[in-house]
């Protein structure tokens, strides 16, 4: 248990379907990240948050839409998604984001779009 | 080209062999760290290394950073079925605040 939880664990959608991904941290942390890990490749970091406002987005498809409603829950709003969108997300936090700041990952959402 | 390049991607070995795995990189990073994920879970911290040469141990594993900054090796000493993971590396470099990984090396240690 690292304090950071996410729900659903799996998830199987449709091209033309709707979801979100859920994640919160028990850590009372400061910032939280969203990354996707697909098969053979490193993690890409795709959002970063901190105080609930958005300091990065690494060139995101739009069809990913994260929100932050406060410093211990973020989401990830999916719609339109592609097959090659399949992949573990990965949510994680960290006290603040800081250079070398420690980042605490929570189980992370299996995603298969067929 | 992958910043971070990890070697090897797959290691199958017995219970009680010694081995090692390694992250290099044409860059220096201010930091690297290590991690380990084991199936169905996030990664997990094993280790930070900032200063060049540093060397940590954590019981039977042993990190080193090396003197340039710009690669690091983490050595196992009597693997066990429960070292078995992706064993990742990550790396932090000046001026820019963000984790960068490797594609992670793939340990299966057998009883």
């Known amino acids: 248990e690292t304090g950071v939880t996410q729900t659903p664990r799996h998830l199987v959608m449709g091209m033309t379907n709707k979801k979100s991904l859920k994640c919160e941290q028990h850590?009372?942390?400061?910032?939280m990240y969203w990354y996707k890990q697909s098969a053979k490749k490193p993690l890409e970091l795709m959002f970063v948050?901190?105080?609930?406002?958005?300091?990065e987005n690494n060139s995101v498809p739009s069809r990913f839409s994260p929100e932050c409603p406060n410093s211990s829950h973020l989401f990830l709003h999916l719609h339109t998604l592609q097959p090659e969108d399949s992949a573990l997300y990965l949510c994680?936090?960290?006290?603040?984001?800081?250079?070398?700041?420690?980042?605490?990952f929570g189980p992370g959402t299996r995603l298969l779009v067929l | 080209t992958q910043l971070l390049e990890q070697s090897p991607q797959f290691l199958s070995i017995q219970e009680g062999e010694n081995l090692t795995v390694y992250c290099n990189s044409s860059s220096v990073f201010s930091s690297l760290q290590w991690y380990r994920q084991e199936p169905g879970e996030g990664p997990v911290l094993l280790v930070t290394?900032?200063?060049?040469?540093e060397v940590k141990k954590l019981k039977r594993l042993t990190f080193q950073f090396g003197d340039a900054r710009k690669d690091s090796s983490l050595h196992i000493t009597a693997a066990q079925p429960g070292d078995t993971g992706l064993y990742l590396c990550?790396?932090?470099?000046?001026?820019?605040?963000?984790?960068?990984f490797g594609a992670g090396t793939r340990l299966a240690v057998h009883p």
């Open positions: 994680a936090s960290s006290q603040g984001t800081k250079l070398g700041e420690t980042q605490y």
């Open positions: 948050y901190n105080f609930k406002e958005q300091t």
């Open positions: 990550a790396g932090t470099r000046s001026g820019y605040n963000k984790l960068i």
């Open positions: 850590l009372g942390h400061n910032a």
């Open positions: 290394v900032v200063t060049g040469g």
